[in-house]
C-alpha cells in the first residue's frame, strides 16, 4: 500500500475524529498517500503535490513553502504489516483517509479483513472526495463513508471534482454521510443543487467551515451555523483545528 510518510514511518496515529457525524470519538487515522483532486486549500497537501505537478496551492504564497519530494513523503508498506501497527493502538475505530483511499480499495479491503481477524469489533469509516465508485467488496467491508464533495472554493473544475454517478453509488450504500466544506454564503447554493441530484436525506448532510485556525474556523462558523439551522443541515466543526491546529499526526 502507498501510505503517506510522518518522520520515519507511516502516518498512522491513534486521535479523535475532528470533523463530520464521528467527531469526538477516539480513532486510529491510517493516511493514504495519492490523490486525484488538487484543492487549492488541502490541508494533507504532502499526499499530491509533488515536485514536477502543475498543481497550484495557497501555500505558494507562504515564504519557504515547496512541493514535496515524492520519496519523503510516501512509504511502501504491507496491509499484513499496517494491521500489526494499527492493532497496536487501544482503538477498534478505524479511519481510512488520504489522498484519496478509493485509489487503493482491494489493498483497504485485504488491512481490514486482517484486522478483523484480530478482533471481529473493528468499525472502519473512509474519507473521500466521492469521485470513485467503491467497489461491492469494499462496500462491505466499510461501516461508514464520509463523503466530502468539492465545491467550486476548491479551485478545480466541475468535470474532475464532481461525478454523479459516484456519488449515487456511495448514497446506494446507505452508509454515506455527505460533508461540505464551505467559505462563503453563497456555497450554499452549489450545496443545494448536489442535493438534488444524490438520494441522501438532508439529516445526512453536514456544512463545515475552511480554515486552519481557530479565528479562521471562529469567524466563518458565526454565519454557518445561522445557515445549518436555517436551511436544516448538520454542523460539522473541525476539532482537530481547535485542539491541535495545522500540526499532523494527532
Not at 86 to 94: E, I, K, L, Q, S
Not at 203 to 216: A, F, K, N, Q, S
Request: hydrophobic residues 40%; charged residues 25%; contains cysteine.
Amino acid at each position: 500500500m502507498n501510505l503517506a510518510r510522518l518522520g520515519d514511518g507511516p502516518e498512522i496515529f491513534h486521535t479523535l475524529q475532528g470533523e463530520g457525524v464521528s467527531a469526538g470519538l477516539p480513532a486510529v487515522f491510517v493516511r493514504s498517500s495519492r490523490c486525484n483532486l488538487h484543492c487549492h486549500w488541502c490541508d494533507t497537501d504532502h499526499t499530491w503535490n509533488f515536485e514536477g505537478t502543475p498543481w497550484t496551492h495557497e501555500k505558494d504564497a507562504v515564504p519557504g513553502y515547496a512541493k514535496h519530494r515524492k520519496a519523503d513523503v510516501t512509504i511502501e508498506m504491507s496491509p499484513s504489516v499496517i494491521a500489526d501497527l494499527v492493532a497496536a493502538y487501544p482503538c477498534r475505530r478505524v479511519v481510512l483517509t488520504g489522498g484519496e483511499p478509493l485509489l487503493q480499495q482491494d489493498a483497504w479491503v485485504e488491512l481490514i479483513r486482517a484486522l478483523r481477524e484480530i478482533d471481529p469489533g473493528y468499525v472502519f469509516e473512509v474519507e473521500t472526495n466521492g469521485t470513485l465508485a467503491p467497489t461491492a467488496e469494499f462496500v462491505q467491508a466499510v461501516d461508514q463513508f464520509n463523503v466530502s464533495p468539492k465545491l467550486a472554493n476548491s479551485g478545480m473544475d466541475e468535470s474532475l471534482r464532481l461525478k454523479p454517478e459516484a456519488l449515487k453509488a456511495l448514497a446506494a450504500t446507505g452508509k454515506a454521510w455527505l460533508k461540505f466544506v464551505l467559505t462563503a454564503p453563497s456555497d450554499l447554493s452549489e450545496i443545494e443543487a448536489i442535493a438534488e441530484r444524490v438520494p441522501v436525506s438532508r439529516d445526512r448532510i453536514l456544512l463545515m467551515p475552511e480554515g486552519r485556525t481557530v479565528p479562521e474556523l471562529d469567524e466563518t462558523s458565526a454565519w454557518l451555523a445561522d445557515l445549518c439551522r436555517e436551511n436544516g443541515y448538520r454542523f460539522s466543526d473541525r476539532l482537530h483545528v481547535r485542539l491541535w491546529g495545522d500540526k499532523r499526526g494527532v
